[in-house]
């Protein structure tokens, strides 16, 4: 990849950011690059786990590595979602899996405290400052719906924060969220507004840290500034939200939405508006554009064929009333199982159709076991479906290499998680071509936020080619072409005389008689207006 820099100028600063283009990378911090290996054992996690169910050493300092190269940008990457870097239970669990650590994130033990097999709050600090030196948005993984598992270094919070049974059914609204949602995974009384303790447990942490004043007294100010009751829902908002005013993040991604009641994500997109506010005004010198928080949740199986609501077979719920900016799309996979034209024009009329709808598409994931091709044997096309479908894109960090998601010998979801596959990119000729179109298409849609966000319209069947359009950003696309000579049709698109370039091949054309001829091997277009 390209050599190492720290920063990237950025572009000229816009007054919002387009996130319903976004293309969003998203990445086990365990996994994706260990930065330093000084990090990687603590708290003694060193028992025998099951396959891929242990620590391996990626961390925040990794992340940041990556950008500085400029891995991301060279994607065409504009906002990074990394899982949840909190606090994780000491202990194992074993459930028939073998003996798992919370390497992945979403067993928190303490919210107010990072990981250090993760990493460092000042080296959280820079990420974000990198991140954002280079055009991208940090969105943090939050979690309010339970704690870790209950282990034999980490016994369950007191009964008045949560509850350890029963386990949910999914039958109901209230069997889906006032439960478990595994057995020992205790689930926070999101319901209560009845005033609670610390629990003792992280009372007698934060003294033996001997940071136990300094955090009470912040609980004391945020309790007094917001004038929310002292419930266990609200301690967790004070301590996610810290990570906006301190260092200055975009948004959140938001996990298991749905096992929690609807009203908690309105109050906390309000206290994290609140906070976003209070960080900007802070650092005048450090914000982006004007673009507002942003909240993207995880209500598993919701689909944009469902338009607003999330049917749980009692009750429907809207969750874009309920403080949620989008929702990630989990009908993308089943649809891209259509050819191009019927999965393009059925996005660009969803969405267009309801301007209130945004949806993050995806098409391999941490936690879906049946992705679209789990193989690896199409990833050109799972590139070209993702990425040139309207809505928002989540790459899967390895969609770009085929990294495997079939790995021997793993239990369960573990097969989806295997270390970054590097050593592919340095050593193997295919990897790097498929790298190499993922960079095209990602590079391309960075530019044209027309790609997601805008109108769709086939031009031609055979060669297929399409436009898409938003505002004054325009764009031709063909797929499947014909090697050699091609003639695209761009009347009413670019006017004659007009030059453009494929993003593609690299090459340039006039526009004459409302068509452009382009001499290409390859088998994709990817026209816009040549500005160079």
Not at 105 to 112: I, N
Request: charged residues 30%; aromatic residues 12%.
């Amino acid at each position: 990849m390209g050599e190492a820099v720290t920063t990237k100028p950025q572009a000229t600063r816009k007054s919002t950011f387009n996130w319903n283009a976004a293309t969003v990378y998203f990445l086990l911090t365990d996994r994706f690059n260990n930065g330093s290996d000084t990090n990687d054992v603590h708290f003694d996690r060193n028992k025998e786990t099951g396959k891929l169910r242990g620590f391996m050493g990626g961390d925040i300092k990794g992340i940041t590595k990556k950008i500085q190269k400029g891995y991301f940008n060279e994607l065409g990457v504009n906002a990074i979602w990394f899982t949840p870097v909190v606090e994780q239970v000491h202990g194992v669990v074993d459930e028939g899996t073998g003996a798992t650590y919370g390497f992945h994130g979403y067993w928190a033990k303490d919210w107010t405290a990072l990981d250090p097999n993760f990493g460092t709050k000042e080296e959280l600090h820079e990420l974000v400052e990198v991140a954002h030196a280079n055009g991208i948005r940090i969105l943090m993984d939050a979690v309010i719906n339970h704690t870790g598992p209950a282990t034999e270094k980490d016994p369950a919070w007191e009964d008045a924060w949560v509850r350890t049974g029963p386990q949910c059914d999914y039958s109901n609204y209230l069997n889906t969220i006032t439960c478990t949602l595994v057995a020992n995974l205790p689930d926070i009384k999101t319901e209560s507004n009845e005033e609670v303790a610390l629990p003792s447990e992280l009372e007698k942490k934060w003294k033996a840290e001997g940071r136990y004043e300094q955090e009470v007294a912040e609980l004391d100010a945020y309790f007094e500034r917001t004038g929310h009751p002292r419930a266990p829902r609200f301690y967790i908002m004070k301590w996610l939200t810290d990570f906006i005013t301190d260092h200055g993040i975009d948004g959140f991604r938001i996990d298991t939405v749905k096992h929690t009641e609807e009203f908690v994500w309105d109050e906390f997109k309000k206290d994290c508006d609140s906070a976003f506010a209070e960080w900007k005004n802070n650092n005048p010198d450090k914000v982006m554009d004007d673009s507002p928080f942003y909240t993207i949740g995880e209500v598993y199986n919701y689909g944009i064929g469902g338009g607003r609501f999330f049917d749980f077979g009692d009750k429907k719920v809207d969750y874009f009333s309920n403080g949620l900016n989008s929702l990630i799309n989990f009908d993308f996979k089943h649809n891209a199982k259509d050819d191009y034209e019927t999965l393009f024009k059925n996005y660009s009329e969803r969405l267009n159709g309801d301007k209130s709808l945004s949806a993050l598409n995806y098409l391999t994931s941490h936690d879906d076991g049946q992705p679209f091709d789990k193989q690896r044997i199409k990833p050109y096309e799972t590139a070209n479906k993702l990425l040139l479908s309207p809505g928002s894109a989540q790459i899967y960090y390895g969609d770009e290499t085929a990294r495997s998601l079939d790995i021997e010998g793993t239990v369960g979801d573990a097969t989806l998680r295997s270390f970054m596959n590097w050593e592919a990119i340095e050593s193997n000729e295919e990897t790097k071509k498929l790298l190499a179109h993922w960079q095209k298409l990602g590079q391309f849609r960075a530019k044209h936020p027309a790609i997601g966000a805008g109108t769709h319209q086939k031009l031609t069947d055979s060669p297929y080619t399409f436009k898409r359009s938003l505002d004054d950003d325009k764009v031709v696309i063909g797929l499947d072409m014909p090697k050699g000579e091609k003639r695209i049709a761009v009347e009413g698109i670019f006017e004659n005389d007009t030059s453009v370039k494929d993003h593609y091949s690299g090459k340039t054309a006039i526009v004459h008689n409302g068509v452009v001829d382009i001499e290409s091997d390859l088998d994709i277009i990817l026209l816009e207006r040549n500005k160079e």
